[in-house]
């Protein structure tokens, strides 16, 4: 699974692949050797070595990731807050899926939780990309940019800047 | 005294709860309706509801704090610091209860809660004040008499209130032209504050250090003076740090400082623990500046350069004990010891208080390292009350040793799903005034303007890195659990966000009238 990750308001690309009891990692293309073993909930022991150190040692870091809102973590390392955006999916099921196959019909695009619109980025007419921003919404501080999940065109944009939004509030539709 | 009714919450009721039962003693917790099961509840002997969460409903209604007592069976109370700590009301209605108070008298609560009858009580017993007027002026007062008196003392000049604490109806006046309109915003946040909008005036020191005298006085005249403790760390009047003995009192001055301040005490007929707090100017000279008749927060410090448990005397003083302490002992420091305070604050969005729940939470430990904290995993920080989470205390043989050791254990704490103070404590104390302990009352507003909003928790490339790896595991196993839809992004996948208390309180911080800052005014000081 390749994801893109945005920690500190960087984006780094992050592969993960299981290895035997660990993992085998690459972040930007960087491979690190990563034994994760969760202790609760919320936290994970990680031991990070570099490729291929073997599993099972390496430095140690005690994590734990807190969900704010819709994509939006909050990654404790040793104690230390990281703020972590996590954008659309790339790679793994996603790739092998032709695009557009059995998803058709209008996107609707709602508020994932209750709070207030910082930036409308589309404009209703608007072709849009697949993964593309549409409306950023701040909920407890955080903001998520809610992003299409295929191409298409703008036909509704229901907010304006400012707007407070409850949950599952119709932001935009995306034909 | 068999049984103890502890009339506050958090930190401090779980500390006076652990002495009851060194002593043993049974121990009564109260609570409001959003601590049924904080710590101090489920750590006491009993727990009794004393009703809304708002403080007047609850932690500061003295009837209902009363009954609790009779319905416990319980034969003192103990007031913590802060809500009721110096009410002269509510030690008469313990009095005149049958019960014990655990404190002084409300005659002497009374006086030097006023802070120009205790400027007069200071005065008279021979010890400096800073120069200031010597009477209170009432709201009905001329601006143009206060601006004589002003003349007289000589700008620049403090405006305070009677009645006043934690920086609270204080404004600095630089010249006259500035006088008319900071008395009016003086006496408008004294009367919202404290009830009483009469405020008088002192000299502005320049560069003064903050320096206190812990006490402890029985029921037979004795009072015994502390080594002193330095609190000049403060962030717009709040104290962030405190530490003992003062990296700056020698041992000529502190036998002068104490004196003193126990002559004050005795002056007063005082018993139990208080304290005396003074500025210390940059000659070296010092005045006395308020009394505060409870107990202190940051006496976990004097408890580790002395070995005295100053909640215990409480209770031995409160059951009419004699005090059988050294005095010598007491002005001689066994090492060095430093508070952080530890507040549920977001230092990097102006130090807001950030309530809601505490996801997870490591305390640190080890050696020399206290923790005197109320909250745990899972508990939450409401916004009724003062957002202080814990105390973190830390002794060395000296100051460096001390001060590493604070490092050591700021660096374990480890507090997810709230903003604690922890990152700012992790950068001051790395500061280099802060490591010299070249420092005055106003060294920390300065350094935070010079940072200019920078903010404190910025992670290093390293932390980064790991952290975008947890979070590609946390998505792994999310996805395993899913089943996503091919072109599902993270944000579809959001399906349910539990509506947790961080949005509500959020929200409710919002409301007008409902936010914390507004419960702390009816509550009172941050002890």
């Given at each position: 699974?390749?994801?893109?990750?945005?920690?500190?308001?960087?984006?780094?690309?992050?592969?993960?692949?299981?290895?035997?009891?660990?993992?085998?990692?690459?972040?930007?293309?960087?491979?690190?050797?990563?034994?994760?073993?969760?202790?609760?909930?919320?936290?994970?022991?990680?031991?990070?070595?570099?490729?291929?150190?073997?599993?099972?040692?390496?430095?140690?870091?005690?994590?734990?990731?807190?969900?704010?809102?819709?994509?939006?973590?909050?990654?404790?390392?040793?104690?230390?807050?990281?703020?972590?955006?996590?954008?659309?999916?790339?790679?793994?099921?996603?790739?092998?899926?032709?695009?557009?196959?059995?998803?058709?019909?209008?996107?609707?695009?709602?508020?994932?939780?209750?709070?207030?619109?910082?930036?409308?980025?589309?404009?209703?007419?608007?072709?849009?990309?697949?993964?593309?921003?549409?409306?950023?919404?701040?909920?407890?501080?955080?903001?998520?940019?809610?992003?299409?999940?295929?191409?298409?065109?703008?036909?509704?944009?229901?907010?304006?800047?400012?707007?407070?939004?409850?949950?599952?509030?119709?932001?935009?539709?995306?034909? | 005294?068999?049984?103890?009714?502890?009339?506050?919450?958090?930190?401090?009721?779980?500390?006076?709860?652990?002495?009851?039962?060194?002593?043993?003693?049974?121990?009564?917790?109260?609570?409001?309706?959003?601590?049924?099961?904080?710590?101090?509840?489920?750590?006491?002997?009993?727990?009794?509801?004393?009703?809304?969460?708002?403080?007047?409903?609850?932690?500061?209604?003295?009837?209902?704090?009363?009954?609790?007592?009779?319905?416990?069976?319980?034969?003192?109370?103990?007031?913590?610091?802060?809500?009721?700590?110096?009410?002269?009301?509510?030690?008469?209605?313990?009095?005149?209860?049958?019960?014990?108070?655990?404190?002084?008298?409300?005659?002497?609560?009374?006086?030097?809660?006023?802070?120009?009858?205790?400027?007069?009580?200071?005065?008279?017993?021979?010890?400096?004040?800073?120069?200031?007027?010597?009477?209170?002026?009432?709201?009905?007062?001329?601006?143009?008499?206060?601006?004589?008196?002003?003349?007289?003392?000589?700008?620049?000049?403090?405006?305070?209130?009677?009645?006043?604490?934690?920086?609270?109806?204080?404004?600095?006046?630089?010249?006259?032209?500035?006088?008319?309109?900071?008395?009016?915003?003086?006496?408008?946040?004294?009367?919202?504050?404290?009830?009483?909008?009469?405020?008088?005036?002192?000299?502005?020191?320049?560069?003064?250090?903050?320096?206190?005298?812990?006490?402890?006085?029985?029921?037979?005249?004795?009072?015994?003076?502390?080594?002193?403790?330095?609190?000049?760390?403060?962030?717009?009047?709040?104290?962030?740090?405190?530490?003992?003995?003062?990296?700056?009192?020698?041992?000529?001055?502190?036998?002068?400082?104490?004196?003193?301040?126990?002559?004050?005490?005795?002056?007063?007929?005082?018993?139990?623990?208080?304290?005396?707090?003074?500025?210390?100017?940059?000659?070296?000279?010092?005045?006395?500046?308020?009394?505060?008749?409870?107990?202190?927060?940051?006496?976990?410090?004097?408890?580790?350069?002395?070995?005295?448990?100053?909640?215990?005397?409480?209770?031995?003083?409160?059951?009419?004990?004699?005090?059988?302490?050294?005095?010598?002992?007491?002005?001689?420091?066994?090492?060095?010891?430093?508070?952080?305070?530890?507040?549920?604050?977001?230092?990097?969005?102006?130090?807001?208080?950030?309530?809601?729940?505490?996801?997870?939470?490591?305390?640190?430990?080890?050696?020399?390292?206290?923790?005197?904290?109320?909250?745990?995993?899972?508990?939450?920080?409401?916004?009724?009350?003062?957002?202080?989470?814990?105390?973190?205390?830390?002794?060395?043989?000296?100051?460096?040793?001390?001060?590493?050791?604070?490092?050591?254990?700021?660096?374990?704490?480890?507090?997810?799903?709230?903003?604690?103070?922890?990152?700012?404590?992790?950068?001051?104390?790395?500061?280099?005034?802060?490591?010299?302990?070249?420092?005055?009352?106003?060294?920390?507003?300065?350094?935070?303007?010079?940072?200019?909003?920078?903010?404190?928790?910025?992670?290093?490339?390293?932390?980064?890195?790991?952290?975008?790896?947890?979070?590609?595991?946390?998505?792994?196993?999310?996805?395993?659990?899913?089943?996503?839809?091919?072109?599902?992004?993270?944000?579809?996948?959001?399906?349910?966000?539990?509506?947790?208390?961080?949005?509500?309180?959020?929200?409710?911080?919002?409301?007008?009238?409902?936010?914390?800052?507004?419960?702390?005014r009816r509550e009172g000081l941050r002890g």
């Open positions: 699974m390749t994801v893109e990750i945005e920690a500190a308001s960087r984006s780094r690309s992050v592969r993960v692949a299981r290895a035997g009891q660990g993992y085998d990692v690459t972040v930007d293309g960087r491979p690190l050797t990563v034994d994760a073993v969760r202790i609760g909930q919320l936290a994970w022991s990680l031991l990070v070595g570099p490729a291929g150190a073997g599993h099972g040692g390496g430095r140690s870091y005690d994590v734990g990731v807190l969900e704010r809102a819709a994509g939006a973590l909050t990654v404790y390392v040793n104690g230390r807050a990281v703020p972590v955006a996590v954008g659309g999916r790339r790679g793994g099921r996603r790739r092998a899926e032709p695009a557009g196959d059995a998803t058709t019909g209008p996107q609707v695009v709602a508020a994932p939780m209750p709070g207030r619109v910082v930036k409308v980025l589309v404009k209703p007419g608007e072709a849009v990309g697949a993964r593309q921003g549409l409306v950023v919404v701040e909920a407890m501080k955080m903001e998520n940019e809610l992003r299409a999940s295929r191409a298409g065109t703008v036909r509704e944009v229901r907010v304006v800047e400012g707007a407070s939004v409850e949950a599952n509030t119709v932001l935009v539709v995306v034909e | 005294m068999r049984k103890i009714l502890v009339a506050n919450r958090g930190e401090i009721a779980v500390r006076v709860i652990r002495a009851c039962r060194d002593l043993g003693l049974a121990s009564v917790a109260v609570y409001s309706e959003c601590d049924r099961v904080s710590r101090h509840v489920r750590l006491a002997d009993e727990a009794y509801a004393i009703g809304p969460n708002p403080p007047v409903d609850s932690y500061l209604h003295i009837g209902r704090l009363i009954a609790a007592a009779r319905a416990s069976g319980a034969d003192a109370v103990h007031p913590g610091y802060g809500f009721l700590a110096e009410n002269e009301a509510f030690a008469a209605a313990c009095r005149d209860a049958g019960l014990t108070f655990i404190g002084p008298t409300p005659d002497v609560i009374a006086l030097m809660g006023s802070k120009t009858a205790a400027r007069e009580a200071a005065a008279a017993a021979g010890v400096p004040v800073v120069p200031g007027t010597d009477r209170r002026f009432d709201p009905a007062a001329p601006e143009s008499v206060i601006a004589v008196e002003a003349e007289r003392i000589g700008y620049p000049v403090l405006i305070k209130a009677v009645a006043g604490g934690g920086g609270k109806g204080m404004r600095t006046v630089a010249g006259p032209d500035e006088l008319a309109s900071a008395i009016r915003a003086a006496r408008s946040e004294a009367g919202s504050a404290f009830g009483d909008a009469a405020i008088y005036l002192e000299r502005r020191l320049v560069r003064p250090r903050h320096i206190e005298v812990q006490l402890l006085g029985d029921e037979h005249g004795t009072v015994l003076p502390f080594v002193e403790r330095e609190c000049s760390i403060q962030r717009r009047h709040q104290k962030v740090v405190e530490e003992t003995p003062s990296p700056v009192v020698s041992s000529g001055l502190r036998d002068r400082i104490t004196g003193a301040a126990a002559d004050v005490a005795r002056a007063v007929g005082y018993t139990g623990a208080g304290t005396i707090e003074c500025l210390l100017d940059e000659e070296g000279q010092f005045y006395f500046l308020e009394m505060n008749t409870r107990l202190q927060v940051e006496h976990p410090i004097t408890e580790l350069v002395t070995g005295v448990d100053l909640v215990a005397w409480q209770i031995r003083i409160a059951r009419g004990e004699r005090l059988d302490l050294d005095p010598a002992a007491l002005l001689t420091p066994r090492g060095h010891a430093i508070e952080c305070r530890i507040y549920a604050e977001d230092p990097d969005a102006a130090f807001m208080p950030s309530p809601g729940r505490i996801a997870g939470l490591t305390a640190p430990g080890g050696p020399f390292v206290r923790d005197d904290s109320g909250a745990e995993a899972g508990g939450e920080v409401p916004i009724y009350y003062d957002p202080l989470i814990s105390k973190l205390s830390a002794w060395g043989t000296d100051r460096p040793q001390a001060i590493a050791r604070m490092q050591r254990a700021l660096r374990e704490y480890d507090i997810r799903g709230i903003r604690t103070t922890v990152p700012f404590f992790r950068w001051l104390l790395a500061q280099p005034s802060f490591q010299q302990g070249a420092f005055h009352t106003a060294t920390l507003d300065e350094l935070l303007q010079q940072r200019q909003g920078k903010p404190f928790s910025e992670p290093d490339e390293d932390d980064q890195e790991i952290a975008a790896v947890a979070a590609a595991l946390h998505l792994m196993r999310r996805d395993a659990r899913a089943r996503l839809e091919p072109d599902t992004t993270y944000a579809d996948l959001w399906q349910h966000v539990p509506r947790g208390s961080a949005t509500d309180a959020a929200s409710l911080l919002r409301r007008p009238g409902v936010g914390w800052k507004h419960q702390a």
